[in-house]
């Protein structure tokens, strides 16, 4: 037989099997967090379908996923702020569910950009309940609807200790923070007005690391607002040093403490939420983290450590919405999902420098 006639069948097959896979709706599907959780949906045997308008994402990432799984991936290009957009896709896919990861991230662009912050995650949150309501409520549609929504440990504003627990008063210290705070309070007013609704919450705290085959890892648009990928273009080149923005907070070395918990672990959460919101119809917010909190010099001599490579640093400003410790209590996400990270902050250094070094320019240059 020859290659094409049999690469045509193994495609047609695919089609016929991913179609009995439970499908799941993953907007922002191509970034950094939703990369690696199609992977790890994929692996549990769930059919995701990517809604992207690729603003904060790389149209590469697609290819890279199938790579990564063998086989094609369902994309749906546009925003999730346009309705109907929405609906239609809903419509079209029949997802058993929704995971919602799409919106701006950047605390300190948030600070400067409070607007478009609101705009994006907030009307973006709406424009997706309202067309979940819509295609999922009605009688003989598709049933209770059922979301995972991407929240942040920025909704317990500067806790008054740690680790947190999720009970913890909640508040923000940036419209970043304030955003998430928000939808999470709109999620509970859904629930309440409408009990079907099934919701898992998970509060992120700092996501680092990659995929292990170095084909999917953290991009970001201009300079780095996160730690990890600011080491690795530092180390790679890219940048000449790394800025620590503060060294007087009230920490054992004076820069800030954060829980820093692998990319992996972190995709595991959403596979395992998914499965708990449909065993048991329970709603629930549980931290995702791993309970032990990290200096940004502890990160940066780990990361040294792990790779051998030096990372020139420079102590500068405090930068606004930062505070000073923030770590979790990882416990309730192991009582009710079985859920607990597993790679160590060794793994993470270890992986983000092989992305770098697999991609130095990111996905625009970067060799597959």
């Not at 419509?91 to 569910?97: K, L, V």
């Not at 770590?327 to 160590?344: I, V």
Request: glycine fraction near 10%; charged fraction near 20%.
């Amino acid at each position: 037989m020859p290659l094409v006639a049999f690469a045509h069948i193994l495609f047609h097959l695919y089609k016929k099997v991913s179609h009995q896979a439970p499908r799941i709706l993953l907007t922002g599907g191509a970034g950094y967090i939703g990369s690696h959780t199609f992977v790890k949906l994929r692996e549990a045997g769930i059919e995701p379908v990517i809604l992207d308008n690729f603003a904060n994402s790389h149209p590469a990432v697609v290819d890279r996923l199938a790579q990564i799984t063998g086989a094609p991936v369902l994309l749906e290009r546009g925003d999730v702020l346009d309705q109907p957009f929405v609906e239609d896709v809903l419509r079209r896919h029949a997802p058993a569910g929704v995971i919602h990861l799409a919106g701006d991230k950047a605390v300190g662009e948030s600070v400067a950009q409070p607007l478009k912050y609101f705009r994006s995650n907030i009307g973006g949150a709406i424009s997706l309940l309202q067309a979940m309501e819509a295609v999922y409520l009605p009688v003989g549609a598709l049933g209770a609807p059922l979301l995972v929504f991407s929240s942040s440990a920025t909704v317990y504003g500067d806790p008054a200790t740690v680790p947190i627990t999720e009970d913890f008063p909640r508040g923000h210290t940036d419209p970043y923070g304030h955003t998430k705070l928000v939808i999470e309070e709109m999620l509970d007013a859904v629930r309440a007005a409408q009990p079907a609704w099934r919701i898992g919450v998970l509060r992120y705290f700092n996501p680092a690391g990659a995929h292990p085959s170095a084909l999917i890892g953290e991009d970001p648009n201009g300079t780095p607002a996160n730690l990890m990928p600011y080491l690795t273009q530092v180390a790679i080149g890219r940048l000449p040093h790394l800025r620590v923005f503060g060294g007087d907070y009230p920490t054992p070395d004076g820069t800030g403490v954060r829980d820093y918990i692998h990319i992996q672990d972190l995709a595991d959460g959403h596979v395992v939420a998914l499965r708990a919101l449909q065993r048991t119809g329970e709603s629930f917010t549980v931290n995702l983290g791993t309970g032990r909190g990290y200096s940004v010099l502890d990160v940066v001599k780990a990361f040294v450590d792990a790779t051998g490579r030096p990372v020139p640093y420079r102590i500068v400003d405090r930068r606004p919405g930062d505070v000073a410790q923030c770590y979790a209590d990882p416990s309730r996400a192991k009582a009710l999902l079985g859920w607990e990270a597993r790679h160590t902050l060794e793994q993470m250094c270890a992986d983000a420098w092989r992305w770098q070094q697999r991609n130095p320019q990111g996905y625009a240059t970067g060799a597959a």
